[in-house]
């Protein structure tokens, strides 16, 4: 299968990256390249087979319900675009 | 003192013929001459590095040195380091000063080992060639036309031109393996699960593995004694006990059995690294190893199995750069979604924006199953031709990429091409398993090729121990290029 | 054409651990924008989520109070969408496996008792709060709430009207009050419902197309927005109109719901298992022990109360309406052996004053023991209801006891019959007219006697025996 503009345009926008015009047609080859090489798997048959999500099979551990982290607003918002009064700013959301 | 080995000046820091201040001193001045031509660092910072030098010699002086205090070593821009800029390689955080250590780093602070800078890398650990970094390409040190190999790059020709003793790196596809073959070090990329992902900006989460390069074996042993080791505050950290991982280094390899994979020596291998290989394997030979031939029949599945799961992981783990806490953001938009789309846009390199895109369309509604799940049992497979194979031998050996580096802008514009490069490394991510790469000749073009090493999981002593027998009767991790 | 209506609640349960779910950072309420945001929450690069003990088994006690199954092994998940209040671009929730299914809750709509199936209870993150205030025209984002442990508990489509939904949400919010894993505040946010509505024509099998409406914060808005929603679709349905899946907000302003996205810009999540956590599992220990922490539950107290005391089942369900009020009413009841009593005056006089002075059966100022005392005299006749209510005020804005109260203000019920018949020679001799009224056959001027002798007893006098000795001299 191959991906048309209008998928890519699709996929762009849930990954939030803007793709102009101009390089849709580039995007598109180069993606469909890529699952080009990716379809390789479906030749495969892989009936029974449990998905492996994670190199060891281990539990995870938990953590004690304990406070242990102080706040560090001003070294962490010293990087932050803009903020006001403490708060992260962004265009107005709308919903 | 710049040829010399991190073991050669942990002795010359406690013989009192150096100081740590002398020696950041003497590495920052052949950084300041070879840099511009080598690109192999993004940040360096003469008074940082000065300062953390002198604290080093003052623990010297009050007796509370470590082996490795004094020693400087350089870090991949991908750990987390408090009050030096992380930018991974990308535009994206090009602005961005960490406010935390990563545990790697903290480890090695602790140790007393002096940050040197932070070395260049492929954006997000993301290429095969370092010439996806915001930063430009590194050249690799033994010919300045060649690629470095990536991700880590940076470290890699950082340690071949000798502007570091030693570097961190990471591994998520070959990423370690691949450019310390290419320029001629040692690099070590452990079990997952030993060395902390804290700190560690997150590519594709259950493959990304820290490690090490250096000139030797031995030293890359030291290193890992000290960055390994469980680490809390990340859920995938194994509880295990800490390892000197130099304690193995001297035992003989009469009666190792060594499993070549018949895949690894097929179609696709150039005939001068295959010549290298077995070259390599006979060294062993000699050594008392025992060859048998194993085989890992899904090699050829790891390429769209891996370039499914980390673009997939990539794809969310990318997504907390939105300009909106930290980090690039556009300088104009017309609302929330353009200043996503455009500071998305503008702070990525293409090849992060492909795998971002990829990953996205194979979590997709409906392309779930067909891709991601599909993918995960070819994952499993794999992990069981390993499983398999080590019933018969102990390590496995074989090439790390099918060609000696590769000209610069060779590749870049064929994804997929770039993408098949990484054959004989993605298996050993996707299994999980611990590998090494160990300088082992040079192709006909005059450039290094590196010997895989492929241990079984814990078996980190095992390799280093290979490594350190194959490195006391060969000297091509001697060699440096001449600059 | 008559119409039905089919309801799933879908409630986010926010869990009252000290610390996140993922990290060490303080869930406290109210406190300065971004100073509960760790690294993790601020989603830096390269930090991880570690799993709170507290949150998995605050997870089991619901799983087990619903009678579920606990799945032994489940799986986070990261489910992905861009929104400036979720730093990480995707929020860790559970999807496949997730801790709790298959359980059920009983409720009691009139007399009626229902069990409805709860499909599953799933473990999650809260998101951070978006700021709509004037920045500039920009909004404000304040990350302390992300990260704050969430049971998203989700019904099945069981509930057929505005009442039961209802009855359900607040089964539900005593359940988790009850077992102490949430403080059920719903101002702050801390129990917030989705409801799932849809209507068909009655007796039809498939359902309807539904709307979801989105985070009620009362039980009020609740009942509101499904009666508007409920008779939203079925004139669009009458008027010819189709009705559409859509996520849609409920304005209490006016009371009506509004749409926020409709199917088509639905989003698409992305789910797949977060490989940053693997997964969790529970040993039969673990669950034995949770097990035998957790307190008697709703129910089973319940039945126990109709049992023990004799109370009705229905009052049975008022006093366990919380733990606090059964707990205090199992208190009085045993102490003073008056079961149907106590039930009556915590349903009664002792609610009403709460209600009136807005406190909560926790800020009760009398304790069990005096109100126990309180009705163990009204039981042995020393009190009349009317002087009790005189005496439970009295004890109400004071710490004495009953007793004390009753002795000191002389307030013991006169049932001694030649007192009485005294106080009764006296009215009638001055009342003339009344006594002929009676005579005549106007009952009504019995009352107005007796209300006399009782006004001339300041209230003392046993107002059974009043009337029947009235009626003795008036015979």
């Known amino acids: 299968m191959s991906l048309s503009h209008q998928d890519v345009a699709r996929i762009a926008r849930l990954s939030r990256i803007a793709v102009t015009d101009a390089e849709i047609d580039a995007v598109s080859r180069q993606l469909n390249g890529i699952l080009g090489l990716i379809e390789q798997m479906q030749a495969v048959d892989t009936d029974g087979i449990e998905p492996m999500a994670h190199p060891q099979d281990v539990s995870l551990r938990l953590r004690e319900d304990v406070v242990t982290e102080p706040s560090r607003r001003e070294a962490c918002q010293a990087v932050a675009p803009q903020v006001e009064n403490g708060l992260f700013l962004v265009p107005k959301v709308i919903e | ?483 | 054409m008559k119409w039905e209506v089919v309801i799933g609640l879908e409630v986010h349960v926010q869990l009252n651990t000290v610390s996140k779910i993922f990290s060490g950072a303080s869930t406290a309420f109210g406190a300065e924008p971004n100073t509960q945001a760790s690294l993790v929450e601020l989603a830096l690069p390269g930090v991880l989520p570690v799993l709170n003990k507290a949150v998995v088994e605050k997870a089991i006690r619901l799983g087990l109070a619903l009678d579920a199954t606990i799945n032994q092994k489940n799986v986070f998940a990261r489910k992905n969408y861009f929104y400036p209040d979720l730093p990480k671009g995707y929020q860790i929730s559970q999807m496949e496996l997730p801790i709790v299914e298959h359980g059920k809750l009983n409720i009691l709509v009139g007399d009626e008792e229902k069990s409805i199936r709860v499909t599953r209870a799933h473990m999650e993150e809260d998101a951070g709060k978006s700021l709509h205030e004037d920045f500039h025209g920009m909004t404000g984002i304040d990350l302390n709430r992300a990260g704050t442990p969430l049971l998203e508990v989700v019904s099945e489509p069981d509930m057929r009207s505005a009442e039961e939904a209802v009855a359900y949400a607040k089964a539900l919010h005593t359940l988790v009050t009850w077992l102490g894993i949430c403080d059920g505040n719903m101002q702050e946010g801390s129990f917030r419902v989705d409801a799932n509505v849809s209507v068909r024509p009655f007796g039809q099998a498939e359902f309807g197309t539904r709307r979801e409406v989105k985070n009620l914060n009362s039980f009020r808005f609740l009942e509101q927005a499904i009666k508007y929603e409920t008779q939203w679709q079925i004139e669009t349905i009458e008027d010819g109109g189709k009705v559409q899946q859509a996520t849609v907000l409920f304005d209490p302003d006016s009371g009506e719901t509004r749409m926020m996205r409709s199917k088509e810009d639905a989003h698409d999540y992305r789910y797949f298992p977060d490989p940053d956590l693997l997964p969790v599992r529970i040993s039969n220990e673990q669950i034995a022990r949770v097990r035998s922490e957790m307190p008697e539950l709703p129910a089973q107290m319940k039945a126990r109360f109709v049992d023990a005391f004799g109370v009705t089942p229905y009052d049975a369900a008022v006093l366990t309406g919380s733990r606090a009020l059964a707990t205090y009413f199992e208190s009085v009841a045993t102490a003073s052996g008056q079961g149907k009593l106590a039930a009556n005056w915590l349903g009664g006089d002792v609610a009403a004053r709460l209600n009136r002075e807005g406190k909560d059966i926790a800020e009760l100022p009398i304790n069990a023991e005096r109100l126990s005392g309180l009705l163990v005299r009204i039981a042995d006749g020393t009190l009349s209801n009317k002087l009790a209510k005189q005496v439970f005020d009295a004890m109400w804005d004071s710490e004495l006891s009953a007793d004390v109260i009753i002795e000191r203000d002389g307030l013991k019920q006169v049932s001694d019959v030649g007192a009485i018949e005294k106080m009764v020679e006296e009215v009638l001799a001055a009342n003339p007219k009344a006594v002929e009224e009676f005579r005549a056959g106007k009952e009504k001027a019995l009352n107005a006697l007796a209300g006399q002798v009782m006004k001339a007893s300041k209230g003392k006098a046993n107002p059974a025996q009043v009337q029947e000795i009235l009626k003795q001299k008036l015979a």
């Open chain 2, 1 to 483: 003192m710049i040829h010399a080995t991190l073991k050669q000046l942990s002795q010359q820091l406690a013989d009192k013929q150096v100081s740590a201040v002398e020696l950041a001193t003497g590495y920052l001045q052949r950084i300041d001459a070879l840099n511009p031509q080598l690109n192999a660092f993004i940040t360096v910072d003469r008074d940082k590095t000065l300062l953390e030098a002198a604290a080093a010699d003052a623990r010297r002086a009050a007796g509370l040195a470590g082996v490795l205090t004094g020693v400087p070593i350089a870090h991949k821009d991908i750990f987390c380091q408090q009050g030096w800029k992380t930018s991974c390689g990308s535009k994206m955080l090009d602005n961005f000063v960490s406010p935390y250590d990563a545990h790697v780093i903290e480890q090695c602070q602790a140790a007393g080992l002096v940050t040197l800078g932070r070395t260049n890398m492929d954006e997000f650990a993301m290429g095969s060639s370092n010439e996806n970094s915001y930063y430009g390409a590194v050249r690799n040190p033994w010919d300045l036309a060649a690629i470095p190999g990536g991700s880590s790059g940076g470290s890699a020709a950082a340690v071949a031109a000798r502007l570091a003793p030693a570097a961190t790196a990471t591994d998520t596809g070959g990423s370690i393996r691949q450019p310390a073959s290419h320029c001629g070090v040692t690099g070590i990329k452990p079990t997952y699960g030993v060395v902390s992902r804290f700190g560690m900006v997150a590519y594709a989460s259950s493959l990304d593995q820290g490690g090490v390069m250096a000139q030797t074996a031995e030293d890359c042993a030291l290193m890992l004694s000290v960055i390994a080791g469980f680490d809390e505050r990340d859920s995938t950290s194994l509880e295990r006990a800490r390892e000197d991982y130099s304690r193995d280094l001297a035992q003989p390899l009469a009666g190792l059995r060594v499993g070549l994979p018949r895949e690894y020596f097929a179609d696709g291998l150039a005939a001068d690294v295959g010549r290298i290989i077995d070259n390599a394997v006979s060294e062993l030979k000699k050594l008392g190893a025992e060859v048998v031939e194993v085989s890992l029949p899904n090699t050829r599945l790891s390429i769209p199995a891996y370039y499914v799961i980390a673009p997939a992981e990539a794809s969310a783990n990318l997504s907390r750069f939105d300009g909106v806490r930290y980090g690039h953001r556009a300088s104009e938009y017309k609302d929330l979604v353009d200043m996503y789309e455009k500071s998305r846009a503008e702070g990525f390199g293409s090849e992060v924006k492909r795998r971002i895109m990829v990953g996205t369309y194979v979590l997709s509604h409906g392309y779930y199953d067909a891709y991601y799940i599909k993918a995960q049992k070819i994952r499993r497979l794999i992990a069981d031709d390993f499983k398999a194979a080590f019933a018969g031998c102990d390590v496995i050996l074989g090439p790390v990429a099918p060609t000696a580096a590769f000209n610069l802008g060779e590749k870049s514009g064929d994804p997929v091409q770039m993408y098949l490069s990484d054959i004989y490394t993605l298996s050993v991510n996707l299994a999980g398993l611990p590998a090494m790469s160990v300088p082992a000749g040079f192709s006909d073009n005059g450039r290094p090729v590196g010997l895989q090493i492929i241990g079984n999981y814990f078996a980190e002593a095992k390799m280093l121990n290979v490594a350190h027998q194959f490195q006391q009767v060969t000297d091509w991790h001697g060699k440096a290029p001449a600059l």
